[in-house]
């Protein structure tokens, strides 16, 4: 995208002295469409590598699951780069400040690349370790080993790329992330399918397989976001010959603004972690069911997340302006479109549940259970739009820690709590997935009300 168009956009949206709805829905969408279509491919592409795991065994459905939770944990470890680096260009676009953007580029692929060499290293020493601490049946274990331990040493490729893509979200360009990230994710179906099941002359690998596909994907996603802010006229036009020195009091300013979102997804991931071992020890049955509603709720995300990210750059970008009565609409008009999609997947989970989980597995167990799960995500998906979608504003305006605080107390101190509770009650999956759905509520009135305290609007970054 080049630097005059993305100029012109946001002065079209600036240049009206009161708050032209028109205008900011025509954003929202310019925004998110690009995001959705990413983010939706990427998780119907995920299911695709479940798919086609599932159908080498349920150990090998439940190794997969029992690795990407650990694996989503390591990933925190990067989103404190991200949302700093996302924050930050968003309002350095707002004011037409093109270099600091590229500065804040610089410093957030030096981190990016620092952090994601070491938690690489740390993942594939400790894959055993980690998969045994999740609570892996012995059946599991060298699968999820071999999994994880290849998986985690792609961890530098998936640093650089996020931290790229949050660059250039802030900026409001989401179609070159889109562009390359499809790419590598058709590539990762491309290879599953050889890999796993053993095709044009290379032997069946099973998970190892689907691992080794997924390891070289993002190796190719990050050469491509790394060639997005390279090349001449693109929004980040970073030259090889400019020197790239460290500037420590930028690299505290993504940090600051970052941390409290890194120690969320922290927060999340381990909770998740936490949750995950619960419903583990219902048996590797219950938890393969547990594992494809995840995978089939996290198309449900998507929209959400999507929007979300919308609203980040777009309260961002109207701060930097010096415009917070846009700000203010942006987000609460990214809430209600974000609403209206959200609301529209429902009718497809409740109603359409067994069929969807019949895609992943033969076992008629597994299919019921799974059902079951998703009738309650159906449930959640008002909850769950609003949270995301206003959280995404606030981090645009600089206000992580709220966010923080309402993921620490919803997943520990309801998801995990409650997860137990029930469980131990004797509800099994249904148990578990009422403590999500309790959570959800909890953050999306949590969050509803920081954003209509509107203290937000005088943060400094």
């Known amino acids: 995208m080049d630097v005059k168009e993305k100029a012109d956009g946001l002065t079209n949206l600036f240049d009206h002295e009161k708050v032209n709805i028109k205008a900011i829905d025509k954003h929202i969408w310019a925004l998110t469409l690009p995001s959705l279509i990413?983010?939706?491919?990427?998780?119907?592409?995920?299911?695709?590598?479940?798919?086609?795991?599932?159908?080498?065994?349920?150990?090998?459905?439940?190794?997969v699951g029992i690795s990407n939770q650990p694996m989503m944990l390591i990933l925190s470890v990067f989103q404190a780069l991200n949302v700093g680096t996302m924050a930050l260009v968003a309002r350095f676009t707002g004011t037409d400040d093109h270099r600091s953007s590229c500065l804040v580029l610089r410093q957030t692929l030096i981190l990016a690349m620092l952090s994601g060499t070491v938690v690489s290293v740390l993942g594939f020493v400790f894959a055993q370790s980690v998969v045994t601490f999740m609570g892996a049946e012995p059946e599991v274990i060298p699968l999820a080993t071999s999994y994880f331990a290849i998986t985690a040493s792609g961890a530098f490729f998936v640093a650089v790329t996020m931290g790229i893509g949050a660059a250039l979200r802030g900026a409001g360009d989401t179609l070159t992330p889109m562009r390359y990230n499809l790419i590598s994710n058709l590539f990762n179906v491309f290879g599953n399918y050889i890999l796993i099941?053993?095709?044009?002359?290379?032997?069946?690998l099973g998970v190892t397989g689907a691992a080794l596909s997924t390891t070289i994907s993002r190796g190719l996603a990050m050469i491509m976001a790394l060639y997005a802010v390279h090349r001449p006229h693109s929004l980040f036009s970073l030259s090889t010959r400019q020197k790239t020195g460290i500037d420590i009091d930028l690299m505290k300013r993504i940090l600051r603004i970052g941390l409290p979102s890194g120690l969320e997804q922290l927060a999340l991931r381990t909770g998740q972690v936490e949750f995950a071992r619960t419903v583990a020890g219902l048996g590797t049955t219950v938890f393969a069911a547990h594992q494809i509603a995840l995978n089939v709720v996290s198309l449900s995300f998507a929209p959400s997340q999507a929007f979300g990210m919308a609203a980040t750059t777009l309260v961002g970008q109207s701060l930097g302006a010096k415009r917070p009565d846009i700000a203010e609409k942006c987000g609460l008009e990214t809430r209600r479109l974000g609403m209206i999609v959200a609301v529209s997947i429902t009718t497809l989970f409740f109603f359409f549940g067994k069929q969807i989980a019949g895609i992943y597995t033969n076992d008629a167990e597994v299919a019921l259970m799974t059902a079951g799960a998703l009738k309650i995500v159906a449930i959640m998906q008002p909850l769950q739009s609003t949270q995301f979608i206003l959280a995404g504003a606030l981090r645009g305006a600089g206000d992580t820690r709220w966010p923080l605080f309402s993921t620490m107390i919803g997943i520990w101190g309801i998801r995990v709590v409650f997860a137990k509770l029930f469980i131990s009650m004797g509800l099994g999956l249904i148990g578990a997935w009422l403590a999500q759905l309790l959570d959800q509520l909890f953050r999306s009135i949590f969050i509803y009300a920081r954003y209509n305290s509107e203290r937000w609007k005088t943060m400094e970054v």
């Open 197 to 204: 099941f053993g095709k044009l002359g290379f032997p069946a």
């Open 38 to 63: 990413e983010l939706m491919l990427a998780t119907l592409f995920g299911m695709v590598d479940m798919v086609m795991v599932g159908n080498v065994s349920t150990a090998s459905l439940a190794a």
